[in-house]
């Protein structure tokens, strides 16, 4: 059974930072593309960064560009989400999600989701 857990959400003041982390089991982690998706109450879930299998580039939305920094350790199968330079627009629901091999923009391209993370930023 495939799961992802994400932790490290929480409140934080506008222009302060927040790393989240999801650790997976179930699947073999190297084989799969990870993506960050957020949902705002009122909005579309939004993919803010995802990474392939092997690393490499990685996509970010624009409104995270220069701010928010993906990574992935495969040995602990687990996908960071650094979040920097937060304003109160980045407020959401963070999931991690992950689809095999490489990753997509489509955020519905995503199999395996975790239950999500809070994350609040006053402003």
């Known amino acids: 059974q495939v799961q992802l857990v994400e932790s490290g959400g929480g409140l934080v003041q506008a222009g302060g930072s927040l790393r989240v982390s999801c650790a997976a089991s179930g699947l073999t982690f190297s084989n799969y593309a990870m993506g960050w998706v957020r949902q705002a109450p009122g909005k579309e879930r939004e993919l803010v960064a995802a990474?392939?299998?092997?690393?490499?580039?990685?996509y970010y939305a624009d409104s995270v560009k220069g701010r928010f920094t993906i990574s992935r350790d495969n040995a602990k199968n687990t996908v960071y989400l650094q979040m920097n330079r937060l304003v109160p627009e980045d407020t959401a629901v963070y999931y991690c999600?992950?689809?095999?091999?490489?990753?997509?923009?489509?955020?519905?391209?995503?199999?395996?989701w975790g239950q999500g993370t809070q994350v609040t930023v006053s402003s």
């Open positions: 990474m392939n299998w092997s690393g490499g580039r990685p």
């Open positions: 999600a992950a689809r095999y091999y490489n990753l997509d923009t489509q955020v519905s391209q995503y199999r395996y």
